[in-house]
Structure formats: structure tokens, C-alpha cells
């Protein structure tokens, strides 16, 4: 099992910027990719981004392209979220997400065996 924190949430305005991190626990961090997800009360959980072991690969929903930044820094057992543009409708609670099972696409949340505990973004309009 694989301990993940995330930090970085907050209040905002439309348009504004917050980045998120998610430190994950253990020495095995560089063997497995990490996603990013989002959840609004009363509402499924939702992909945002994930990026596989070495990074050389990331995947976004088509509502974050363009804004969203994911990347993860390998010494540091860290993965980011860069939110640029914010907008209201991005308000949720941020979940970080690790090792994926095999077959699993990465952008189902069952695919994921570890998660962290969330942290709150909202975005005033």
C-alpha cells in the first residue's frame, strides 16, 4: 500500500491559479503511474489527469486540456496538478491516485489502488 497526501487546495478566483501536490510514501513511487480525479458532492468521481512512470506519457479529460498540467518529479515521490484558467465549474474535492492494476485505463477510477484524502479547490466566480 502506498500512503499519498495531497496538499495545495484553496480559494480562488475565476481565472486564477493553484497547484496542487501529492506526496506519496515507500521507495517504489518511480513504478507506477498516478492519476488525478475530482469529485462534487453527489457526483461520481471524475478523471482529470494521469501520467504514467517516467512521465513521458500524460492523459487529460477534454474539460481540463489546455489548463491543466500534471507532471511528477521522481526524487521527490511528488506529483503536481498546475490548474491555470481556473472557472467555477472546477470546483471539487482533488483526489491523487497510485498504482494502477494492469489492464485498467488510466482514466477509470477502478483502475487505482491507492488513494489520498482529497483537498478542497473552489473557485469563486
Known amino acids: 500500500q502506498v500512503g499519498l497526501v495531497e496538499s495545495g487546495g484553496g480559494l480562488v478566483q475565476a481565472g486564477g491559479s493553484l497547484r496542487l501536490s501529492c506526496a506519496a510514501s515507500?521507495?517504489?513511487?518511480?513504478?507506477?503511474?498516478m492519476g488525478w480525479f475530482r469529485q462534487v458532492p453527489g457526483k461520481e468521481r471524475e478523471f482529470v489527469a494521469a501520467?504514467?512512470?517516467?512521465?513521458?506519457?500524460?492523459v487529460y479529460s477534454d474539460s481540463v486540456k489546455g489548463r491543466f498540467t500534471i507532471s511528477r518529479d521522481n526524487t521527490k515521490n511528488t506529483v503536481y496538478l498546475q490548474m491555470n484558467s481556473l472557472k467555477p465549474e472546477d470546483t471539487a474535492i482533488y483526489y491523487c491516485?497510485?498504482?494502477?492494476?494492469?489492464?485498467?485505463?488510466?482514466?477509470?477510477?477502478?483502475?487505482?489502488?491507492?488513494w489520498g484524502q482529497g483537498t478542497q479547490v473552489t473557485v469563486s466566480s
Open positions: 501520467i504514467t512512470i517516467g512521465g513521458a506519457t500524460t
Open positions: 491516485a497510485a498504482r494502477p492494476r494492469l489492464g485498467y485505463d488510466l482514466r477509470d477510477t477502478r483502475a487505482y489502488n491507492d
Open positions: 515507500g521507495r517504489t513511487f518511480t513504478t507506477y503511474s
